[in-house]
């Protein structure tokens, strides 16, 4: 079985300054990883997701995370953030040894808040 | 492609009822999920089907949840006699099994038990 903990529930920033989100994962076996962003009463969009190859990853709106298999980690970071990257951020994992990334346990969640 | 997409947005249901949402999937996506979040958490896998077939299901389908996948397109997911604890919003999501893409996600159906 997996778990995700994200270790921070909510994270304040103000505007264009950096950013990071933090994530661990437990799992006996090899996982996918993932970020999603939520805005209010609205579906996930995925930001990035590590599945092999290089440990960091980009993904939109400027975000990138790196995966740290010693540490079982996956933070979420971005250098300068914008207003509109307020929302509420999930880490999930997948399960490596399926044929498909869409069963997915989730963290969670960290919501960011931008201040002017 | 229009995405994944949910009906109703919202659902107001008095405890004890019936309900039945729907989840259109993107056309050529063969697999299709249903999560559930609740306030404050994030989602939780309920099942998921592999075309028409429904492959697995969580502990956290009772037996008042049912799900179905008829023609292998659309999905329902239906909860007999609600309760409160129902009380969440329903996300479904749809993959493409043979590219191995990631999940799309609806926006979701927000059920509210009173």
């Known amino acids: 079985a997996q778990s995700v903990t994200q270790l921070d529930s909510q994270v304040p920033v103000f505007e264009e300054a950096p950013v990071e989100l933090r994530c661990n994962y437990s799992s006996s076996v090899s996982v996918y990883l993932f970020w999603y962003v939520q805005y209010p009463n609205q579906g996930l969009q995925l930001l990035l997701k590590?599945?092999?190859?290089?440990?960091l990853v980009k993904g939109i709106n400027g975000f990138e995370a790196e995966f740290n298999k010693s540490q079982t980690s996956f933070h979420l970071r971005k250098p300068s953030v914008h207003i509109s990257d307020t929302a509420e951020y999930f880490c999930?994992?997948?399960?490596?040894?399926?044929?498909?990334?869409?069963?997915?346990?989730f963290g969670q969640g960290t919501i960011l808040t931008v201040h002017p | 492609d229009t995405g994944v997409s949910q009906d109703p947005r919202h659902k107001i249901t008095k405890r004890g009822q019936n309900v039945t949402f729907r989840c259109d999937p993107i056309?050529?996506?063969?697999?299709l999920y249903w999560y559930r979040q609740t306030l404050g958490q994030g989602p939780e896998f309920l099942t998921y089907?592999?075309?028409?077939?429904?492959?697995?299901k969580s502990r956290l389908l009772s037996d008042r949840f049912s799900a179905e996948r008829p023609k292998g397109s659309f999905s329902t997911l239906e909860i007999q006699r609600t309760e409160q604890g129902d009380s969440a919003m329903y996300l479904c999501a749809s993959s493409f099994r043979e590219k191995n893409t990631e999940a799309f996600f609806g926006q979701g159906t927000r059920l509210t038990v009173v």
């Open positions: 089907f592999q075309n028409e077939a429904q492959l697995e």
């Open positions: 056309s050529e996506h063969n697999r």
């Open positions: 590590y599945l092999s190859g290089s440990t």
């Open positions: 999930a994992v997948g399960f490596a040894g399926g044929t498909s990334y869409g069963k997915l346990t």
